[in-house]
């Protein structure tokens, strides 16, 4: 496991996203309203949409295509057709800087 | 030859094999930003609209009841069977999304209320529609193709009069309640989610039980009038709309310009399909509330079909298409774009464009 640079604070509005790659997987950014950045991979888990293009609603994310809707802080699986949860990893901030913690 | 629209036959393995299933379909660019004020919810226009929809059918009915047994009151069950058959399909349909209402728990509300008003079993139908927004009228994975192919008119007339769907609504109703669900059905809901389906089915037949009973112990038309029989009496609307949607257009492709139609109409069939018209806009970005679809549609007309510019206008196109389809399966119509529009994908589309 390490630290990946993946974006800088201004780079996603409050209440947003961004997509990050990283060898080969694909993640998401998030800032919540109250500032705090999250991170959770970026495909739903009900049919592999990307969530890139999907509406942040508070706490929660929504798959462009189906509605299924996640708590991004936890990975959460909250509305089908999700059953299974997204997984999360662990930001840092480093000056203007978000890390992820990813292998 | 009837062409095999099954979910579990060999049409169904080939859309996988061919890369047709669960494929990345086009989408008109649209910046973020737009997009995001687009999909925005609120619970105000739904509210509205609920509140008109139901303070209508409160007061057709109590009129249709007061003028019973005469035949003024014909008019009156029929403006309440169109609100109960047919607006209850598209709040169905835009609940079943999550995107009238900002409040999660409204949209589950109504939603409920909606599929019992259609008799769709509210979890089978959503994984139904989760299915055909993956693969919009893919053969052998969209279970929501409402003409098949080689068209039978008489199936298409049996369905204006609600009588398809009202006895594939009884009979589902009646198996569901015995536990039973056909391979087709489990191919798109997952285990843990069919006993669900089992326990509102239950639910229902006791409803409906009950409703007839009441109507033979009072020697009564009036509760069966008002509880299931107008899903079958005023189901032509959401027909009527429902078949404009991708009647006559491409089967197996990836680009919603080629499979799907949106249509001009007034105010009041808006109310009735809550925007539904807008039906290119909406299989695009499917999370835009209804409410935003004109919106959205002045944002990327440019790179869709011309619209249809009202429901006769529809037919104009839809009729003719279907006739020919009634001896030419492989027929459709290519709608032509504008030429700001980016083209149609010749490479994906082989089989459909040559």
Redesign the interface.
């Known amino acids: 496991m390490s630290w990946i640079l993946a974006c800088q604070k201004e780079d996603i509005e409050q209440e947003d996203l961004l997509r990050f790659d990283f060898n080969g997987k694909t993640f998401l950014i998030y800032r919540s309203p109250d500032d705090t950045y999250f991170c959770t991979d970026g495909l739903c888990t009900h049919e592999s949409v990307h969530l890139e293009d999907g509406l942040v609603m508070e706490y929660e994310i929504e798959c462009p295509k189906h509605n299924a809707t996640f708590d991004y802080r936890t990975g959460e699986a909250l509305r089908a057709p999700a059953c299974i949860n997204l997984n999360t990893y662990e930001t840092r901030i480093d000056g203007d800087n978000i890390l992820i913690l990813i292998q | 030859m009837q062409r095999d629209y099954s979910l579990v036959g060999e049409t169904a393995q080939r859309a996988i094999d061919t890369g047709l299933a669960?494929a990345d379909w086009y989408h008109t660019d649209i910046d973020?930003k737009d997009?995001?004020a687009l999909?925005?919810?609120s619970d105000a226009p739904a509210i509205r609209d609920t509140f008109i929809l139901f303070a209508l059918m409160i007061s057709a009915s109590t009129l249709a009841i007061y003028l019973m047994p005469s035949w003024w009151s014909a008019p009156f069950w029929l403006i309440y069977g169109v609100l109960y058959g047919s607006a209850m399909d598209s709040r169905w349909h835009e609940c079943g999304?999550?995107?009238a209402f900002k409040t999660?728990k409204y949209n589950d509300m109504l939603y409920q209320v909606a599929s019992f008003c259609m008799m769709r079993n509210p979890i089978e139908w959503?994984?139904s529609h989760?299915r055909h927004?993956?693969d919009t009228v893919i053969v052998g994975r969209d279970p929501e193709i409402a003409i098949m192919r080689p068209v039978r008119f008489l199936s298409l007339l049996l369905k204006y009069m609600g009588l398809i769907q009202g006895f594939s609504g009884i009979v589902s109703i009646l198996k569901y309640s015995m536990g039973k669900m056909n391979p087709a059905v489990e191919s798109f809901i997952?285990e843990?989610?069919r006993r669900k389906v089992f326990r509102v089915a239950r639910i229902w037949l006791a409803i409906y039980v009950i409703t007839i009973v009441a109507s033979l112990y009072f020697s009564s038309w009036i509760p069966v009038l008002l509880i299931g029989a107008p899903t079958i009496y005023g189901a032509w609307h959401h027909v009527l709309t429902g078949f404009l949607q991708h009647g006559g257009l491409a089967e197996n492709v990836i680009d919603h310009r080629l499979n799907s139609r949106t249509v001009y109409m007034n105010q009041i069939n808006r109310f009735i399909y809550w925007n539904m018209n807008y039906h290119v806009e909406h299989h695009m970005?499917?999370?835009v509330p209804y409410h935003q679809l004109p919106k959205l549609h002045e944002k990327i007309k440019h790179d869709l079909p011309l619209a249809n510019t009202s429901i006769f206008d529809g037919y104009k196109e839809v009729l003719p298409a279907l006739w020919k389809q009634s001896t030419d399966p492989d027929f459709f119509v290519i709608r032509r774009l504008p030429a700001t529009a980016r083209p149609y994908r010749a490479d994906l589309h082989q089989q459909a464009l040559g």
């Open positions: 669960t973020r997009m995001k999909m925005q919810r999304h999550g995107t999660r959503r994984w989760a927004h993956t997952p843990q989610e970005f499917p999370m």
